[in-house]
Nanobody, 132 residues
Framework: QVQLVESGGELVQAGGSLRLSCEAS????????MGWFRQGPGREREFVAA??????????AESVKGRFTISRHNARNTNTVYLQMNSLKPEDTGVYYC???????????????????????WGQGTQVTVSS
């Protein structure tokens, strides 16, 4: 069973930066595709960024391209994914969720990197608030 714990969310001014972390314990030896989603006030949960276990597939939502960078570190039994967020805007405010697939790629194929159904495991979320 994979368990995800996010950290790093806080209040920041517009134009500032934050780095979110998510540790996936109980990881398999082949690793897990992982991603970040967010849910703003009164909005649906939306895809932000994703990365395959082998680092060779990386995806971003159009709204964060050029500002956010996803990266990861794979260790025995633990996969850690990071989200470096620069040039933050008030519209980036929301709860950020880490997600992991049960396999190195997304369930259903790489096209599912942006779909909630592509992931089996979810963290509890970390709050990011960007003030104007």
């Amino acid at each position: 069973q994979v368990q995800l714990v996010e950290s790093g969310g806080e209040l920041v001014q517009a134009g500032g930066s934050l780095r979110l972390s998510c540790e996936a314990s109980g990881a398999t030896s082949t690793g897990h595709a992982m991603g970040w989603f967010r849910q703003g006030p009164g909005r649906e949960r939306e895809f932000v960024a994703a990365i395959s276990a082998g680092f060779n597939n990386i995806y971003y939502a159009e709204s964060v391209k050029g500002r956010f960078t996803i990266s990861r570190h794979n260790a025995r039994n633990t996969n850690t994914v990071y989200l470096q967020m620069n040039s933050l805007k008030p519209e980036d405010t929301g709860v950020y969720y880490c997600a992991a697939a049960s396999t190195p790629y997304w369930r259903g194929g790489s096209a599912y990197h942006r779909e909630r159904s592509g992931y089996e495991y979810w963290g509890q979320g970390t709050q990011v608030t960007v003030s104007s």
